[in-house]
């Protein structure tokens, strides 16, 4: 009868020759991280591994063992007869789980038995984590960025999807990281990935690009929301050359009122960013610009942010940063005919330095 193979190669190149990366851990598990393109088939739930769990530490290991088998047939039965039913004879999987242990040997046993070629990850989750952490915290990355730069409001990750839509490679760390970057940056409804699931979306990303090709991304700090960017990149960033936006500030502020229109609608959500700024603005200004809000004058409000707090930030860090410019891109307006004659100017600049999109 077959038995299942076994394998430590988790390159993208050897992950595409399966079917499908099926993680057996519990949701909470997957949720917090896994594979990128996993799906996953539990072999215990949530409250199924506790309880398993429980009765391991307090009774006995072998009634733990006949409880938790018993949980596990009935749930990898349940996947064959559901999500893995319309799957022929030829279907290649690779299994996870924690270690590469009982959990995963176990589906891979019956998956095997059924007729298909499976391979189990030897070492499991943790196996694949090594593999993150090697790659974007102790190996440099051979990428070509190029930093998209600006004030707040210029309009940087609209301008990032529209020179996607020419042909340029993009990484999208805020879209990855599920934030806006910046104070108001947060989307309401929707929590930020973790910073495991956060570094394997980005991996996942990265291992997608051409290096040989530029790649451009929007200048951030190191941190985006409350997500790290990992130093392989973050080194990049710190040497990559810069195309600069510019837009006036009005055009800034109506913009952002656009962009930001969730936080607006929340009144709480948005007194509560303000009072975050890294320079506390006093009681007085704090309750002028609550004034603002309540008579609806968000465009005000974002023009008095903008020229008491990020302009003069943004001012600062330009003097001090020393990476070149690569061009600079002055927007009159920030409508869909400005950006997509900003974005042909970009994309003629990067070919211009780099001689390829």
């Known amino acids: 009868m077959a038995n299942p193979e076994a394998t430590q190669d988790i390159t993208p190149a050897a992950l595409a020759r399966f079917d499908a990366i099926i993680d057996v851990r519990s949701p909470a598990e997957f949720a917090e991280d896994h594979v990128p393109g996993a799906?996953?088939?539990?072999?215990?739930?949530?409250?199924?591994r506790a309880l398993v769990g429980t009765i391991y530490v307090q009774e006995?290991?072998?009634?733990?063992?006949?409880?938790?088998?018993?949980i596990v047939a009935r749930n990898v039965a349940r996947h064959l007869e559901t999500a893995l039913a319309d799957r022929d004879g030829a279907f290649q999987p690779l299994v996870y789980c924690w270690r590469g242990g009982q959990r995963s040997g176990a589906m891979a046993v019956i998956l095997a038995q059924v007729g298909w070629r499976t391979t189990v990850l030897t070492g499991g989750y943790k196996t694949y984590r090594?593999?993150?952490?090697?790659?974007?915290?102790?190996?440099?990355?051979?990428?070509?960025?190029?930093?998209?730069?600006g004030g707040t409001g210029v309009g940087k990750t609209e301008m990032?999807?529209?020179?996607?839509?020419?042909?340029?490679?993009?990484?999208d760390l805020e879209g990855l990281a599920g934030h806006r970057g910046s104070l108001f940056g947060g989307i309401l409804g929707q929590a930020q990935p973790g910073q495991k699931l956060f570094e394997s979306r980005l991996l996942g990303a990265i291992d997608a690009l051409d290096p040989a090709r530029p790649i451009v991304v929007e200048a951030e700090s190191s941190r985006i929301g409350e997500r790290m960017t990992p130093p392989s990149i973050w080194s990049l960033m710190g040497q990559a050359p810069r195309i600069e936006l510019s837009a006036p500030r009005a055009e800034r502020a109506t913009y952002l009122v656009r962009t930001y229109g969730d936080i607006i609608r929340d009144r709480p959500a948005l007194d509560e960013a303000l009072t975050r700024l890294p320079v506390y603005p006093g009681r007085q200004r704090l309750a002028d610009w609550a004034a603002l809000a309540d008579a609806g004058q968000f465009e005000t409000l974002a023009e008095a942010l903008m020229e008491l707090h990020y302009d003069p930030a943004y001012a600062r860090s330009s003097r001090k940063d020393q990476r070149p410019l690569l061009a600079t891109v002055d927007l009159p307006a920030l409508t869909s005919e400005a950006l997509a004659e900003g974005a042909d100017q970009i994309v003629a600049a990067i070919r211009q330095r780099f001689g390829v999109l």
Do not use: C
């Open 60 to 70: 006995s290991r072998f009634k733990a063992r006949r409880i938790g088998g018993a």
């Open 160 to 171: 990032l999807h529209r020179l996607a839509e020419r042909g340029a490679q993009v990484l």
């Open 130 to 149: 090594r593999w993150v952490q090697r790659r974007l915290y102790d190996e440099p990355l051979a990428l070509k960025l190029v930093l998209l730069d």
């Open 39 to 48: 799906i996953n088939l539990p072999v215990l739930n949530n409250d199924e």
